[in-house]
């Protein structure tokens, strides 16, 4: 059931990208590092967009899991986080501040729900000022991430010319991956051949 309401996984086309409204990129979408974008902050990470618009993009890394424990941080919500319980690294802005997402069961209506707001599909924002409780109802899990990465106008756009991101469309499942997933190659698992190839790309070339 949950499959059938998530959307289908594509590779965003150069001339999408560039088209004259740059909305390829959306909410929901999930950039995939690509094998050249060697930058430590970034190598090899897939990133949730949140936020796409003329001020800029907003999203955060899903597949960088810190040491630390969200009981640690925030106890109260450390019952609603999904396996592996700790905080991510969501990106190298405002690393001391939250962002959390939350996938919503299925078929969950959030219709004046206090603290939820709808991302995209089955992935909604969480305000963690609100009542645990009262959200436990209405979701499956949630993820608690460290700072958030952030794009100005036009400035993801420059990338995506460069070829750093895939533009993929992202799965709710992508939010709550099982611990020791490597959701990079995962997600390329998944893909058409032959983009679903890179996911045998070694993480060390020098190992090869």
Not at 144 to 150: C, R
Request: hydrophobic content about 40%; proline content about 7%.
């Amino acid at each position: 059931m949950a499959q059938a309401e998530e959307p289908e996984d594509r590779t965003a086309r150069p001339s999408e990208r560039s088209s004259a409204t740059g909305r390829i990129v959306r909410p929901g979408s999930i950039l995939v590092a690509s094998t050249d974008l060697l930058e430590p902050t970034f190598r090899r990470t897939v990133i949730y967009i949140i936020e796409h618009n003329e001020g800029g993009s907003l999203g955060v890394v899903i597949n960088r899991p810190s040491d630390t424990a969200v009981h640690n941080v925030l106890p109260q919500w450390a019952q609603l986080a999904a396996k592996p319980r700790a905080l991510f690294i969501g990106g190298p802005v405002k690393r001391d501040a939250a962002v959390c997402l939350a996938v919503l069961r299925v078929g969950a209506d959030i219709t004046g729900a206090s603290g939820l707001r709808r991302v995209d599909g089955r992935v909604a924002m969480v305000d963690l000022d609100s009542d645990p409780s009262e959200i436990a109802p209405l979701v499956e899990g949630i993820r608690v991430f460290a700072g958030y990465s952030g794009w100005t106008f036009g400035q993801l756009e420059g990338e995506l010319d460069r070829d750093d991101w895939m533009v993929l469309s992202g799965l709710a499942s992508d939010l709550l991956a099982p611990p020791r997933t490597d959701i990079w190659a995962s997600v390329l698992r998944r893909q058409p051949h032959p983009l679903s190839m890179l996911a045998t790309h070694p993480i060390e070339l020098e190992r090869n």
